[in-house]
């Protein structure tokens, strides 16, 4: 479904994306994972056709997306719900018939797909309220209906979890769930909490490069012999090199668990350490471990 070769782009004198080569199957859903400034939106971008690369190959569903065919555009959606694209003066579901009308979609048929796709996110009560008094929440879902109107075969979505609480994440994920099969899924998220539920694959950037292209089973397999080592102290204290701090006074180590008794017999004797604690690995603690060793 997704091609790309030695993808390369640039802001001026800032470089984006650094040389990066991946595939993505038909059917695949895939985390694009990163801190901020790593590269996934402009990956979106590129990958949609808003933005074209300064070299390097990009094809998708056979496509070559800065061409923006018309055929391309009716076959993908990029909702990113922090830009907003529903006019806030009008019902959600006035916005739906307004855009579905631009894919010669027919009022009855805007009707009945977004009453179906408002129901699975559970706010079919709200369509006939003005955006501007929806709640952040309600509004994402929104603009995920308004995205899938025209029912695309390949879903970008750029960030969509920021500034939703714990519920409508796991309603999002949920929803997003039930699509695996039918659509090719890429998501770019720094919230990590849930996706690994939801994605068959875990593809992390860091600086614009490729840190780490794997299967969530394959993830699964390696946390399953590792441990994560946390330690807290009421100041700076020196621990061996495989700890990292990640915040003041609480640091952490990503380690192996036959090196766990060796670590913390080293550790148990350095003054200053408040609270130590070994706990399971999460997706966090080895996407984390990836970029900060690079």
Same mark, same amino acid.
């Given at each position: ?8 782009? #640039? ?6 994306? #650094?040389g ?22 402009t ?10 690369? &300064? ?33 806030? &003066? ?6 739906f #018939? ?10 009855k @048929? ?12 559970n ?14 929440? =309600?509004?994402? +879902? ?22 939703? &609480?714990? %519920? ?28 690994? @539920? ?23 397999? %390696?946390?399953?012999?590792?441990v994560?080592?946390?330690? +807290?102290?009421?100041? =700076? ?27 913390? +017999? ?15 690995? @999460?997706?966090? &603690? ?9």
């Amino acid at each position: 479904m997704i091609e790309v070769r030695n993808l390369v782009k #640039r802001f001026r004198q800032f470089t984006a994306l #650094r040389g990066i080569t991946f595939s993505i199957r038909d059917g695949e859903f895939v985390a694009v994972l990163g801190v901020n400034g790593a590269g996934k939106s402009t990956l979106l971008k590129i990958l949609s056709g808003i933005l074209y690369p &300064d070299s390097g190959e990009v094809m998708v569903n056979n496509f070559v997306p800065y061409k923006r065919k018309k055929e391309f555009l009716k076959n993908i959606a990029l909702v990113n719900p922090q830009k907003t694209r529903l006019i806030i &003066d009008l019902p959600p579901m006035d916005n739906f #018939r307004l855009f579905g009308s631009a894919y010669g979609l027919g009022k009855k @048929e805007v009707h009945k797909k977004a009453e179906s796709l408002a129901q699975m996110l559970n706010v079919e009560s709200k369509l006939k309220n003005q955006v501007r008094t929806l709640s952040f929440g =309600e509004r994402v +879902k929104m603009e995920i209906i308004l995205g899938l109107l025209h029912n695309p075969s390949v879903i970008f979505l750029d960030e969509p979890f920021i500034g939703l &609480d714990f %519920i409508s994440r796991k309603q999002l994920i949920s929803f997003l769930d039930a699509f695996k099969g039918k659509k090719t899924l890429i998501i770019t998220s720094h919230i990590i909490e849930g996706i690994k @539920e939801l994605v068959d694959t875990v593809l992390v950037l860091h600086k614009g490069e490729i840190a780490a292209k794997m299967s969530t089973d394959e993830i699964k397999a %390696i946390l399953q012999n590792r441990v994560t080592i946390e330690v +807290k102290a009421e100041q =700076e204290i020196k621990l061996p090199q495989v700890f990292k701090a990640k915040e003041y006074g609480v640091y952490s180590a990503f380690v192996d668990k036959h090196d766990e008794a060796a670590i913390l +017999k080293e550790i148990e004797n350095i003054p200053g350490i408040l609270e130590m604690s070994v706990k399971t690995p @999460e997706l966090e &603690d080895f996407v984390e471990e990836l970029i900060t060793s690079k």
